[in-house]
């Protein structure tokens, strides 16, 4: 299935500030503001984070905030905390038939 | 609190079938869009199924269209997803997933843990 393009690893030392970039295309992040991000630590629930590219939901840290930028959108976690490290998932509804949404390839944050 | 609670996973043969159930609890079930999102080992999120809140509308990923059925029974909060012909390829955790409104458009914003599958090849 496609996929959004997310590096396979981010990492940064307790306090630092990270970035994490999603790149799709013009079927997908580029058109729609319906961007998701979601955190996963393995063996748990996957997490939402981020929605409609740069909404929290109720309870969220504002450590996380996203942005969008033509056909890539963007994951920062400031002030990083041990709590952080997890698998970091975007999400993009695409127009592309044969698939409802795409996802990232997700990017493994380490807390060094 | 909400909870979404996968099972049904299992060793299955390929050609086989499995039913996958969600057991959600802590919202109005029948009032939210829900999905079955999985993940093949060491690779990233797929949905692979979609239903409105009535149930009378659904969708599925080509790669398990006419393989897959997915259900609702509302009067008993659960969301089913019936498995036909498996392949080894859809080995993967299956993760029930709960829409924040009735449009399946909108984020998951609640996951189940998961219920792993494993069809051999």
């Given at each position: 299935?496609?996929?959004l393009?997310?590096?396979?690893?981010?990492?940064?030392?307790?306090?630092?500030?990270?970035?994490?970039?999603c790149?799709?295309?013009?079927?997908?992040v580029?058109?729609y503001n319906y961007v998701s991000w979601y955190q996963?630590?393995?063996?748990?629930?996957p997490k939402l984070i981020i929605f409609d590219v740069s909404s929290r939901p109720?309870?969220?840290?504002?450590?996380?905030?996203g942005?969008k930028?033509?056909?890539?959108a963007?994951l920062?976690?400031?002030?990083?905390?041990?709590?952080?490290?997890?698998?970091y998932y975007c999400n993009s509804y695409?127009?592309?038939?044969?698939?409802?949404d795409v996802f990232g390839?997700?990017?493994?944050?380490?807390?060094? | 609190?909400?909870?979404?609670?996968?099972?049904?996973?299992?060793?299955?043969?390929?050609?086989?079938?499995?039913?996958?159930?969600?057991?959600?609890?802590?919202?109005?079930?029948?009032?939210?869009?829900?999905?079955?999102?999985?993940?093949?080992?060491?690779?990233?999120l797929?949905?692979?199924?979609?239903?409105?809140?009535?149930?009378?509308?659904?969708?599925?990923?080509?790669?398990?269209?006419?393989?897959?059925?997915?259900?609702?029974?509302?009067?008993?909060?659960?969301?089913?997803?019936?498995?036909?012909?498996?392949?080894?390829?859809?080995?993967?955790?299956?993760?029930?997933a709960?829409y924040d409104?009735?449009?399946?458009t909108r984020p998951r914003d609640?996951?189940?843990?998961?219920?792993?599958?494993?069809?051999?090849?």
């Amino acid at each position: 299935q496609s996929t959004l393009t997310q590096p396979a690893s981010v990492s940064g030392s307790p306090g630092q500030t990270i970035t994490i970039s999603c790149t799709g295309t013009i079927s997908d992040v580029g058109v729609y503001n319906y961007v998701s991000w979601y955190q996963h630590h393995p063996g748990k629930a996957p997490k939402l984070i981020i929605f409609d590219v740069s909404s929290r939901p109720s309870g969220v840290s504002s450590r996380f905030s996203g942005s969008k930028s033509g056909n890539t959108a963007s994951l920062t976690i400031s002030g990083l905390q041990a709590e952080d490290e997890a698998d970091y998932y975007c999400n993009s509804y695409t127009k592309n038939s044969g698939t409802l949404d795409v996802f990232g390839s997700g990017t493994k944050v380490s807390v060094l | 609190e909400v909870q979404l609670l996968e099972s049904g996973g299992g060793l299955a043969q390929p050609g086989g079938s499995l039913r996958l159930s969600c057991a959600a609890s802590g919202f109005t079930f029948r009032y939210y869009a829900m999905s079955w999102v999985r993940q093949a080992p060491g690779r990233g999120l797929e949905c692979v199924s979609a239903i409105a809140p009535s149930g009378a509308t659904s969708f599925y990923a080509d790669s398990v269209e006419g393989r897959f059925t997915i259900s609702r029974d509302n009067s008993n909060n659960m969301l089913f997803l019936h498995m036909n012909n498996l392949r080894a390829e859809d080995t993967a955790t299956y993760y029930c997933a709960k829409y924040d409104t009735s449009q399946i458009t909108r984020p998951r914003d609640q996951w189940g843990q998961g219920t792993l599958v494993n069809v051999p090849s």
